[in-house]
């Protein structure tokens, strides 16, 4: 029977013991709880990151096509300029060339 009971001595080291791993648990599950803030800033910036890079997305996709027409639009310009060269170059050499024939 004397071996059922802990002496008060074995209970205090017990306890102390109890304590020590109550601190060193205490002391992980703070450190995991700033870990998991941190994962929860990082997941936040990261969605918004993602958000505008959606929205740069767009509108690099409308300055896009906003160029494209501004590129276009000069090429149609530049091409109507030369048409209405080369038919006023067309028509001063057959202008020329009837002349000289005498109609």
């Known amino acids: 029977m004397e071996d059922e009971y802990l002496r008060r001595h074995e209970h205090e080291e017990f306890a102390k013991d ?8 205490n002391k992980r599950i703070a450190a995991l709880e700033v870990t998991v803030r941190q ?6 910036s990261v969605q918004k990151l993602a958000i505008n890079m959606e ?5 690099q ?3 896009s096509k ?14 109507s ?5 080369l038919t006023a170059l067309i028509g001063a050499v ?10």
């Open 66 to 79: 906003r160029l494209e027409e501004l590129e276009n639009r000069d090429g149609e310009k530049w091409r």
């Open 18 to 25: 109890v304590d020590r791993e109550h601190k060193r648990q």
């Open 81 to 85: 300029v030369s048409m209405y060269v």
């Open 94 to 103: 057959l202008g020329f060339a009837l002349k000289q024939v005498g109609i």
């Open 55 to 59: 929205h740069m997305l767009v509108n």
């Open 61 to 63: 996709t409308e300055q």
């Open 39 to 44: 994962i929860n800033d990082l997941t936040l």
